[in-house]
């Protein structure tokens, strides 16, 4: 980088920068997740982090750090697994000749608080060193990260990303409706299942590089369909929104009480428990 001091050199390319990108990376993930679950269940309360299925993920986490240590590729199956089950069994437990949405809500806000019971059972049972790690990555942080530790769920967060570009027709079909997309083709069920496996993945891959971060994956949906005029670009937009939102929150934990970090989870859960508030309000107005 020029004449610039090796020691800056290292902190700009080895800390600050797969900081900055793993945030941007993070968020459009969680933007596209939440755009993929409101599509689906047709509810702007749809997410990832309210149905519960972070959760899983993180007790896939928690499970593979008791078992294995710190082992990357072990943690991130681990989250892939826990977020796959906790989907699949949130969709049996609602399954009634068919998906009712609310039904499927109000199930995954069940799951997830009996999986926060069991992530807590975790750590009790954890060693010191575990438990303190897990506690500290629990809050959803990107302290610490380098190139090193972005494999290998950076690279599964890429294909993720192309595979919901590809699932783009479908979803907008299914959101005409299930008679009219049956009736252009589309095989409304496995569609269905498919598309919420790839933002499941998407979860579980953020959740193993940074922890749970709440709210991102709830929020940048809705700011997208505010500031787009067609639902065309409707998943690129999410992801420029939960990517931008996630790094000015990662900006905002480390500059608003320096010399102190917080986790950015403590941001996002913070702004996200206001709008979803607000919107929780609106939604009733509207009733």
Request: charged share 10%.
């Amino acid at each position: 980088m020029g004449d610039a001091p090796r020691s800056m050199t290292m902190v700009v390319t080895e800390w600050r920068l797969p900081r900055v990108l793993m945030a941007l990376l993070i968020g459009a993930a969680l933007g596209v997740s939440g755009a993929i679950f409101q599509s689906l269940m047709r509810n702007p309360l749809g997410s990832p982090d309210v149905m519960g299925f972070n959760t899983g993920a993180w007790s896939g986490v928690l499970v593979a750090m008791v078992l294995f240590g710190q082992d990357l590729t072990a943690i991130a199956l681990a989250a892939m697994v826990g977020g796959i089950v906790t989907s699949l069994l949130v969709w049996l437990l609602a399954w009634r000749n068919g998906i009712d949405t609310f039904r499927l809500i109000i199930i995954g806000i069940g799951v997830r608080a009996m999986l926060v019971a069991f992530n807590t059972w975790l750590l009790l049972k954890a060693s010191l060193e575990t438990a303190l790690t897990a506690g500290l990555w629990n809050a959803g942080s990107l302290n610490g990260l380098t190139w090193a530790k972005t494999s290998p769920s950076a690279p599964i967060i890429i294909l993720m990303l192309i595979a919901a570009a590809l699932l783009v027709r479908r979803m907008r079909l299914l959101e005409m409706g299930d008679d009219t997309a049956c009736a252009l083709g589309v095989s409304v069920e496995r569609s269905r299942l498919l598309m919420m496996l790839v933002a499941v993945v998407l979860t579980a891959a953020a959740t193993a590089l940074a922890g749970p971060i709440s709210f991102i994956a709830l929020v940048a949906p809705h700011i997208a369909r505010r500031i787009s005029s067609t639902a065309r670009w409707g998943l690129t937009q999410a992801a420029l929104c939960g990517a931008l939102l996630l790094l000015a929150a990662d900006l905002c934990a480390q500059q608003l009480f320096m010399p102190y970090q917080l986790p950015v989870g403590v941001v996002t859960v913070s702004l996200g428990g206001i709008y979803l508030i607000v919107l929780l309000i609106q939604e009733s107005r509207k009733k």
